[in-house]
């Protein structure tokens, strides 16, 4: 079938087993498909130059998760627009490179860069092959890329290991696992466990003809935990950052209602063992 003739409608949606290979491919398309629906919604918040961790509102100016930045050479993988990348080398001093499996997210940072006269190094690149030499990087990060959409998560883990430098860091954030227990409802219909925490089949969206279009993949906690160390990190933290009394912004299912009661968002923080 060619491009033009398939209807990429939503047909179908729910939790259930799909071919590795059709849940981690659908991700470029369906971002494809939506990144300006993604930036119309999010991107006042996440701001064109700022690397902002989560719902939450956790900002990396303040919270300091990637330590000392100054001169690093760092990586973004899951970039989206880059905004956490065109912040680390416009105000934080860092040597840094954005990259995302979606032309269409890059391309809506390369747009970014035009209205602020910037430019930032945007490269297309699945973070499970990455296009860098071993050891390229002092840091590498993601604010909620590449890690939910991949049936495979140790092979972006091995990636990471790869193009760090020993004693490097690798820091991402996660929807936090228990949220998949309960409705993806910011009110008070999410406050109520309809699922199991460890069922592991992936959300999924699919076409009439059964395409796959959207897959989202659930670890819990401890799945993380195995899945960092198994790579050979060392785990040096987990953050599950509060939600702000003060903090009203609703985003996807995240939000003040639920914020109070669960958390929303998990980071890890871990390094490759020195050499
Ligand atoms: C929720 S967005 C987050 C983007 C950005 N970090 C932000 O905070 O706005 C998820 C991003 O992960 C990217 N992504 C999904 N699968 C990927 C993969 N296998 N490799 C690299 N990027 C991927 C998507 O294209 C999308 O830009």
Same mark, same amino acid.
């Given at each position: 079938?060619?491009?033009?003739? +398939?209807?990429? $409608?939503? %047909?179908? /949606?729910?939790?259930?087993? *799909? ?5 981690? &491919?659908? #991700? @470029? ?59 680390? +080398?416009?105000? $934080?001093? %860092?040597? /840094?490179?954005?990259?995302? *499996? ?5 391309? &809506?940072? #390369? @747009? ?80 109520? #466990? ?82």
């Amino acid at each position: 079938m060619s491009d033009e003739s +398939r209807d990429d $409608a939503l %047909a179908d /949606a729910g939790y259930r087993e *799909v071919p590795d290979d059709q849940g981690g &491919a659908a #991700a @470029r398309g369906w971002w494809d498909a939506n990144a300006a629906e993604y930036l119309d919604e999010h991107g006042d918040f996440l701001g064109p130059a700022d690397l902002l961790w989560c719902p939450e509102g956790v900002r990396e100016s303040q919270a300091r998760l990637l330590g000392d930045v100054r001169g690093a050479r760092v990586l973004e993988v899951g970039a989206g627009a880059a905004q956490g990348t065109r912040w680390l +080398r416009t105000v $934080a001093g %860092a040597q /840094a490179v954005a990259t995302d *499996v979606s032309a269409g997210m890059l391309a &809506a940072g #390369a @747009r970014l860069d035009a209205t602020a006269g910037t430019r930032t190094p945007l490269v297309q690149a699945d973070a499970r092959a990455l296009p860098f030499a071993d050891g390229s990087f002092d840091i590498v990060f993601t604010a909620f890329g590449a890690l939910p959409f991949v049936p495979d998560v140790p092979r972006v883990h091995a990636e990471v290991l790869r193009v760090l430098r020993p004693g490097g860091r690798w820091v991402f954030a996660v929807t936090h696992p228990l949220r998949w227990a309960f409705p993806d409802d910011p009110g008070a219909g999410g406050l109520t #466990a309809t699922r199991s925490y460890f069922d592991r089949r992936p959300y999924v969206e699919s076409a009439a003809d059964g395409r796959v279009l959207y897959a989202e993949y659930h670890r819990t906690v401890g799945d993380h935990v195995a899945d960092v160390v198994g790579a050979g990190f060392v785990l040096d933290g987990l953050v599950e950052p509060e939600w702000p009394p003060d903090h009203r912004r609703v985003w996807g299912g995240w939000g003040p209602v639920r914020g109070a009661r669960l958390p929303g968002t998990l980071i890890v923080r871990a390094h490759r063992p020195p050499a």
